[in-house]
């Protein structure tokens, strides 16, 4: 099966080109790759990644190099509505660890999980292998807090990936730290997928909640986050995040004018 290729054509919300899919069309590439022998990146930028790559050049290199960029955000949605170049859906890293599991444990594949507490990622391989038979978990690590700043933390990270050969990888450490490592794992597993997902393997696991289907279907996803961490996300998503996102949307609907 040859790989299916990529959108000629991106929609830009400062500065950054999303891929114009949904969820569904994404899990159909990601697979038909795998099933190709060619592998690759997935990043889900939400409002305060794209907040991030406007001031960080490592930031937005990560993105930019990404095979598959997709809007993880409900406001970038809008924004691009305003712009008159829509995107056809929000598609989530914390919705996407279920259906591409779902897809490659239909091909027999494996997954590896890479984040969470200690623990956090074993338990969450266990619920994906319940819940999607044939799905094989080649391994989880759960990287102590600066780990990053080891590099014999990383050298051992990255033997044990490799040594796996897994099909598909979550990395769920957070943006950009998460990029970091995929960078770092990517040359040596040319055949494997890298996805970013932040939260969703603690979400997997049930450590953490998401929010309702009606909050993520109306935008407010993050205020149930929020909720749930307040001391952490208030200065994330008030001071920053709000006023980034309500610039997005005038600068969007201005533009289309």
Known sequence: MSAPAAPSATVVLSGVGFHPLT????VSRVVADLCAGVGGTLVTPNVDILRLVRRDAEARGHVESASYVVADGAPLVW????AGTALPERVA???LIWSLSAAVAAESRSVYLLGGAPGVAARAGEVLAE????LRVAGTSCPPYGFEDDPVAVERIRAEVTAARPDLVYVGLGFPKQERLIARL?????GTWFVGCGAAIGFV???RRRAPRWMQRTGLEWAHRL???PTRLFRRYVVHDAPFALRLLAASALRRR
Request: aromatic share 4%; proline share 12%; net charge negative.
């Open 205 to 207: 696991a049930g450590v």
């Open 79 to 82: 924004a691009s509505r305003l």
């Open 23 to 26: 969820e569904a069309e994404v």
């Open 227 to 229: 909720g749930s961490e």
């Open 186 to 190: 990517t040359p040596d597993l040319p």
């Open 131 to 134: 819940r999607y038979p044939g």
């Open 93 to 95: 890293g914390s919705s």
